[in-house]
């Protein structure tokens, strides 16, 4: 049935990938404690190690030690000691490049020692471009001066002009439950008002975060909706993208992007399938998720039509995880397509096809890139 | 261990189904939209294409080509002008005879333009039976003279008279969540009235929903529920048949039936074991997950006791629908149940009386065929 | 890759257990209906057979037939009157050896004709520990005479001083949602006198369940909860373990163990990575899936890191199920760990670590063992 075997396997291993959800590496150097949290998505609480005895641990030593020379599976303690042999800025030159990622989508919200998209570019060697976090919009309007709608839209308006989409943290600001409507002029005034009045930092106002997602629908430009997987600052249960449904009844026009989704990966499906707007990836849980991930790929891949798929590492901090998001989703796909294709469920001209869709074939129409 | 390897794939691939939950299949022509849009469950949206890019798409022509006389995996262009060189009596007459399928369990409460079981019997050389739908009752009973109450009882007894069975469209008409117990006559009066005056049409009042639930559990027939994927109508969440636990309780005595079940599957199966009078099935979800559907029939056979389990397409529209859940329920059951004999998890003695018993027993009896 | 591809197999098959979570098996003699009840966790009504129609039923049969001298996939009957040959003091004398268990943690608040932890010891040839369950101690309370909340804290503190943890039910007393917060002294009294009143029997009042978990937390022993599948008089969806976010945020200090998890173990995962206090076991579910259970045990590897993942077989009456939770986790162990392994996704030394850290390495630095 498929004339080469390895055919799949190699456009799998090969393909270009557009990161459509990212954050900056380092640049600055850092101990072993901020490197073992950063293994840890969910704890909020200081590393009391062993950071790596997890499967994004196990897959940092299997997948991300033969790119810096060293064997397969290596034991943490060398390859951290292999590791602080090179500055932050030497590691990203190794990691991002065999990443295979032509353009990085990089949402600017957070991380101050991190870089840019002009760093991301640059260390990479491909290009970078950015998406906006609206909650970082709405603190600037805050500081602004003169009414804060009009400073948050002409502060979005500035910044979107040169970016590719919109990023919205409302998971961490209260979840998804509850009224998600357009909120009136009146409102808005009021709720910012007591904000400027108590501060203007850290957005958890409703009424302020619903204007910022409305303002985002106008834009038309994608809107990124952190789901599912985070820290436990949110309630895990409260970002089910379901109770974004009448949020979403109201979006058409503008795309919106399911991030991340484990694990809601299911109800993210069935979402992108029920919207002609909704898209969805499973990047973050990909690397938490280790030699697991295939698992996981396999349900990306269930309700969700195959245009709506896209690929993110959704990286952020060690360069490593740039890196093996790639590494993790290519050997996901080549073993749920392989089998796909080697019980003749699918032919191998679609897998390949699918292979192109969801690694640039997609993002790049959706961003416009 | 396993005497003849072949036996088990054999007697699943030949054993005669009871499809216990379907529609009718279209009678009269239609153009590519309807069908792309008949591909898709959740969206409400006109089809913009390429509806074939989905699991469902790819099933299609994988499973359903080769019945049409095309090779395998047939590209969509050709699959669709191939097609509509038939009618769809021609195309009906062709599939439905495929499916293996010696009883039709036919809900005819939706699709004016599809067959009724006397021509799904006749169209499949089979056997077919009615299932009365209840919201169509009520909005019969809306119309009828005199009291509601009585009305509702006078029809629903008539109908259900030559029907094996009941099913409730709760999930679309606000979800499972809230009061399901039985309104008073009083109620039922008030709620009847409001509703006739606002012309009696398309029911969501809750009063007559539970009214019409517990008139059809006093009926004592087998009462199908649709759970969990739907088209957008529904809240899916709202659709999780957890939320039906204290309606269950009080329950006992009238088969309840969980139709479909995605993402829910599992805690249907847990409620298939809580209760001697909860079944479920996964029809339409396997249709719609394809090549992923041996992972979901696996969760199928979890918690849920092994005489609790039903086969059904939930075929509608397209006869392909109908023959490709039959024969993505035999691969699946290929897979699933030559795993556990393959590991001598089971004996293949067992896997064949198992295979029984999903295939037609569980039905035949349940609903006494 | 792997130096000797049987070498972590064998380990698996031959490492001993602590089996953190467990119930006593039966002293007494029962008849077939009993034991046919007692392979269904859900169902509280009589079993109206056939018991053995279930993965459960079929897994006893695969792999305890053989440890009575019987073939593997014996028939239910012969099974049956083989078994009623023994004594349940001789079957136990089989089982729990053949276990491979060393500890055994005992949960002794339910079973009056099972056996205790002396009994478990001496009928395993293994060491046993006593899990005192808080809403017993509560109703020992509620007859003491005397102050409520001091006659709480004296039995807790002399029942505890020779156990080795606490157990809460709260899963079956109203479930996890809404306030667990710790009471006011005054609220202790009222509600304390109130329930007096009404008898003193399972307790159910919210306010003494929250009082007694604050007392569990200032004990700091391992808290255990039974989390997700139980019998249906519990509401399954309120025992979802996000719903205790809040209460895990409050608990820091104190070891807080979520016991079986389905069908939420990814849930459980996360909240084992989010909280260093926080550890997850799938007791009782990989009993219940049978030759499921694999993809369970799978997907309790997950986001929990490895050193958080306990084993139990909440083993309760029959012996069987105190043996077949170890068989069926060691098969389930070495085909996930396997593949891992086959893959290349892990070490073997790497799985070797992870099956003693699961096997004993956690249970007995959390317990102190």
Known sequence: MVSDPSALAQRIGEVTLVDHHVHGCWLAAGDLRRFENALNEANTEPSTGPGFDSQLGFAVRAHCGPVLGLPKHVDPQSYWEHRSRFSESELARMFLPAAGVSDWLVDTGIGADT????????????????????????????????????????????????????????????????????????????????????????????????????????????????????????????????????????????????????????????????FDNVYLDGGLSVNQLGARSPAFVARLLELAPFRKILYSSDGFGPAELHFLGAALWRRAMQRVLGDFVADDDWSERDALRVVDLIAHDNAAGLYRL
């Open 115 to 274: 870089a840019g998209p002009a760093g991301m570019a640059e260390l990479s060697g491909g290009r970078a471009h950015e998406v906006v976090r609206l909650e970082e919009v709405a603190e600037q309007a805050a500081q602004a001066p003169g009414e804060y709608a009009a400073a948050f839209e002409e502060i979005l308006a500035l910044r979107a002009a040169t970016a590719v989409g919109t990023k919205s943290i409302l998971a961490y600001r209260g979840g998804f439950d509850g009224d998600l409507s357009e909120p009136s002029a009146a409102q808005v005034a009021e709720a910012a008002g007591r904000w400027r009045d108590s501060g203007g930092t850290r957005l958890r106002d409703r009424v302020l975060l619903r204007f910022g997602l409305h303002r985002a629908l106008r834009l038309g430009k994608p809107l990124q909706f952190h789901v599912g997987l985070g820290d436990r600052d949110c309630d895990l249960h409260k970002t089910n993208p379901l109770l974004l449904l009448d949020f979403l009844r109201q979006s058409a026009g503008t795309p919106i992007v399911l991030l991340h989704c484990y694990p809601y990966e299911r109800e993210a499906g069935y979402l992108a399938q029920a």
